[in-house]
């Protein structure tokens, strides 16, 4: 047993959700088996919510809302700084939760997932400092309000980032939330509820209730009294929700698929810039929704990206995400291991040329989901890994012959997420940025910035998130026509 599963076991809250301010158990008998990737063994076991437990939820928020939504931006700042230093505080434990939970190797959970996450506390607190709830044009006030109540649905890949990416604006914006994080990584969740309660949120602000998406998700987005759901998951995750929510007219957010360009242009740096994208299609093991899975790369210049490539991933230390030294631990589930396994069986059968990986596990593991992170090359844009989204450490190189087929290729996708452009004349690397149809546009792999608003163009999702935008979806505009102040 795992630190993390120690620690919520010894206080009852593994087997408890978080409702009005206290830890309760769940109203029905519903229960799933928490499996460790790396081991394949059950861990712990965990209530799944029932619809009786969303309406306890809901009606808590609901409650809670007229009076948080009145508390002074400066008393909501207050409490997210000590959520934000509280997470920081607990990082080791819950480092531990996510790579248990979900697989990532220790070091990155340390290094990435956990830090990354504190940051959208912080960023939400800061955006507090001078936002203007109230402003004035001509004669009339625009008043900025909170939605109300929300429901927030999270994937398993980034367990709490994703969680303080909601929580943390919504807070701030003066909503109050119910949170369903997903069934498959509820650790670092009750973590996060821990730190809420500990840092003194009044009662019924922030409630979790875990439990599926069929059940608990869906009574969520359908609840009368729910203002507004934000979902991160896969596309067909978002359209059932959006379809739920649309008969009661509630604002939807979505953060969904991506399968994400990464163009090099003929005059990029290779040795930089192919490590790079390699390393930023296999961070997580390509299971971020904005992973760069296709890289663009001229034709003439195809033999030197493959051994560069080959060479990035050879690094890779693929094994127990406890120890040190791994770069990569398991895949999160059997499922998504599953379909990854699929995907490169697929690869191979679609004619790609395999440079390096291959189904099955890495050479010395004999359980555990790992797997061998993978490189196709000559992949063409009509090929299943060329537009499908796979989220395993599989990347595909698809070679062009000219700038426009390059524009081409990377819009010709149902998503719209995520999009890199590589090279040293920066007037063309801003014109192909320019003509790339997706909300988030990397030039030359900058560093990651929690101010920067991140969502999707077409079927990647509806919303912002991050920053001032991710606290604006949680608002309403109130217009006051005549004299206000
Ligand atoms: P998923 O869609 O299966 O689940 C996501 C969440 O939605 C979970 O909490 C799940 O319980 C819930 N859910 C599932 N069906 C539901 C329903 N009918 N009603 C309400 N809720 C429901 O996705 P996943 O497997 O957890 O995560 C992987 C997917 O998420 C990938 O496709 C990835 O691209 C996407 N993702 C997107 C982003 C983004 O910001 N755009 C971030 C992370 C992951």
């Known amino acids: 047993m795992t630190d993390a599963v120690r620690h919520l076991n010894k206080s009852g809250r593994l087997g408890r959700f978080y409702i009005d301010g206290a830890w309760c158990g769940p109203g029905g008998r519903d229960r799933a088996s928490l499996v460790n990737p790396a081991t394949e063994t059950v861990i712990a076991e965990i209530p799944l919510g029932s619809a009786e437990d969303v309406e306890r939820a809901v009606s808590a928020a609901r409650r809670a809302f007229p009076g948080w939504f009145r508390t002074p931006p400066a008393e909501r700042a207050a409490l997210l700084g000590r959520v934000h230093a509280l997470v920081l505080e607990r990082s080791e434990l819950i480092a531990q939760a996510l790579t248990t939970e979900m697989g990532a190797a220790i070091t990155y959970a340390r290094r990435a997932q956990v830090p990354l996450a504190a940051e959208h506390l912080r960023v939400a607190r800061d955006n507090l400092a001078d936002f203007p709830f109230i402003s004035q044009r001509g004669k009339t006030a625009i008043l900025r309000e909170a939605i109300g109540v929300c429901s927030l649905i999270t994937p398993w890949n980034w367990p709490l980032y994703q969680i303080t990416a909601k929580v943390g604006p919504a807070l701030a914006a003066g909503c109050t939330v119910v949170l369903k994080p997903s069934e498959l990584s509820p650790l670092s969740a009750l973590l996060f509820a821990e730190v809420l309660d500990q840092a003194g949120?009044?009662?019924?602000?922030?409630?979790?209730?875990?439990?599926?998406?069929?059940?608990?998700?869906?009574?969520?987005a359908s609840h009368p009294e729910v203002d507004m759901v934000s979902i991160t998951g896969s596309t067909r995750a978002g359209v059932l929700v959006a379809q739920a929510a649309a008969s009661t007219v509630k604002r939807v957010a979505q953060e969904l698929g991506g399968k994400s360009p990464n163009i090099v242009l003929p005059d990029a740096d290779l040795a930089r810039c192919v490590p790079l994208g390699v390393a930023a299609a296999m961070r997580n093991l390509g299971q971020s929704c904005s992973?760069?899975?296709?890289?663009?790369?001229?034709?003439?210049?195809?033999d030197e990206v493959e051994a560069l490539a080959a060479a990035a991933a050879g690094e890779f230390v693929v094994g127990d995400p406890l120890l040190e030294a791994t770069t990569h631990g398991p895949i999160a589930n059997r499922a998504q291991f599953d379909r990854v396994q699929m995907m490169i069986e697929t690869g191979i059968g679609e004619g790609a040329k395999l440079v390096i990986g291959g189904p099955g596990r890495p050479e010395g593991l004999r359980s555990g989901f790992y797997a061998r992170p993978t490189i196709f090359s000559e992949v063409r844009r009509d090929m299943m890994i060329a537009r499908e989204e796979i989220f395993g450490p599989v990347l595909a190189i698809l070679p062009y012959d000219t700038l426009e087929e390059a524009i081409e290729i990377a819009n010709d996708t149902v998503y719209g997420l995520g999009a890199h452009v590589q090279g040293t004349d920066m007037e063309k690397v801003r014109?192909?940025?320019?003509?790339?149809?997706?909300?988030?546009?990397?030039?030359?792999?900058p560093d990651w910035d929690p101010n920067a608003p991140f969502g999707g163009y077409k079927r990647s999702g509806n919303g912002r998130e991050y920053g001032r935008e991710g606290m604006e979806e949680y608002l309403e505009t109130k217009a006051v026509l005549g004299f206000y102040s």
Do not use: W
């Open 291 to 302: 992973a760069p899975t296709r890289m663009l790369v001229p034709r003439a210049r195809l």
């Open 201 to 220: 949120c009044p009662p019924g602000v922030f409630n979790l209730v875990n439990g599926t998406g069929p059940v608990v998700g869906e009574a969520l």
């Open 431 to 445: 014109d192909v940025a320019s003509r790339i149809r997706a909300g988030q546009v990397h030039l030359n792999s």
